[in-house]
């Protein structure tokens, strides 16, 4: 089994990169890992763009969840709610409407910020944004709070709770329920 990860901050150093990285040291060996990097690529969505050529960076977003057996996306929050650009890269995911690459793919949803609320409205925002796409959505939420403080010098998250919390989130997205 393959898991995406998704993280859905364009900064390189981001906290959601390093969150997504601490889950890769919660997988079990049996699963395989792979990240889609390219968001910052994706071109803004607009419905006549549809009828021609589909830019590159879209192809390979549709591509990667396509052939992904489950995907996992650390999300930041801006103003309260998910980044306009992950929403964005979600908004292009949905299209076509009906036959889209995420009708029935199952995602978790992780974030994390420097506040003490860890992304909790960004995720909750992001749940349900896949759930009308025709994501089949975990029913599940790991807010980091502080995110600076989170994180060892090898990525891994410090507090034992935060890391049993994400191996959980883990198993679900698997589906081991």
């Known amino acids: ?21 601490a889950a890769r040291y919660e997988l079990p060996d049996e699963l395989a890992w792979r990240t889609w990097d390219r968001l910052a690529e994706v071109p803004p969505f607009n419905e006549e763009a549809e009828q021609g050529p589909v830019p590159p960076s879209v192809a390979s977003l549709r591509a990667a969840i396509a052939a992904a057996d489950r995907v996992l996306i ?16 979600i908004d292009w995911a ?5 036959e889209s690459v995420l009708n029935g793919k199952r995602i978790a949803v992780i974030g994390t910020s420097p ?13 349900r944004v896949l759930s009308v796409a ?29 890391r049993a919390g994400l191996g959980k989130l883990l198993d679900l997205l698997r589906g081991d329920r």
Do not use: C
């Open 1 to 21: 089994m393959e898991i995406l990860g998704i993280a859905g901050s364009l900064r390189r150093e981001s906290f959601n990169r390093k969150l997504l990285e």
């Open 74 to 89: 650390a999300t930041p929050e801006y103003n309260g709610s998910v980044p306009g650009q992950l929403k964005n890269a």
């Open 94 to 98: 949905s299209r076509p409407y009906g």
């Open 115 to 127: 506040n003490r609320y860890g992304a909790a409205w960004a995720q909750a925002d992001l749940r």
């Open 134 to 162: 025709g994501a089949d959505v975990v029913d599940a939420e790991l807010p980091v709070p502080e995110a600076p403080r989170q994180f060892d010098e090898h990525g891994r998250l410090l507090d034992h709770e935060l």
